[in-house]
């Protein structure tokens, strides 16, 4: 199982930006497909993106398209999103996740979560 340790997160005014960072434990990290999910108080966690083992193709959810954007760097073992215009409804926990195989293949894909990282958008 592919240990994830997030970092990056915080408190950010509507409108700003943050970069969330997910590092693995394990050299197996650059054969997985990766994704960012989060969860908001009172609600179930969702999918934000996913990017597959080579870097693409890249997948958003529809609320973050053309704001955040997903990447990764194979020789580090990272995945980050870099997270632009944040809105309050951003406020969630965001967990890295890594896939059980090189490409994403559906929500239900992701076997190993990291332990989550706040981030909170003020209006």
């Known amino acids: 199982q592919v240990q994830l340790v997030e970092s990056g997160g915080g408190l950010v005014q509507a409108g700003g930006s943050l970069k969330l960072s997910c590092a693995a434990s394990v050299r197996i990290f650059r054969t997985l497909a990766m994704g960012w999910f989060r969860q908001a108080p009172g609600k179930e966690r969702e999918f934000v993106a996913a990017i597959s083992w080579s870097g693409n193709p890249l997948y958003y959810a529809d609320s973050v398209k053309g704001r955040f954007t997903i990447s990764r760097d194979n020789a580090k073992n990272t995945v980050s999103l870099q997270m632009n215009s944040l809105r309050p409804e951003d406020t969630a926990v965001y967990y890295c996740?890594?896939?059980?195989?090189?490409?994403?293949?559906?929500?239900?894909?992701?076997?190993?979560w990291g332990q989550g990282t706040q981030v909170t958008v003020s209006s």
């Open positions: 996740a890594a896939g059980r195989s090189y490409e994403y293949t559906g929500q239900a894909s992701f076997v190993s």
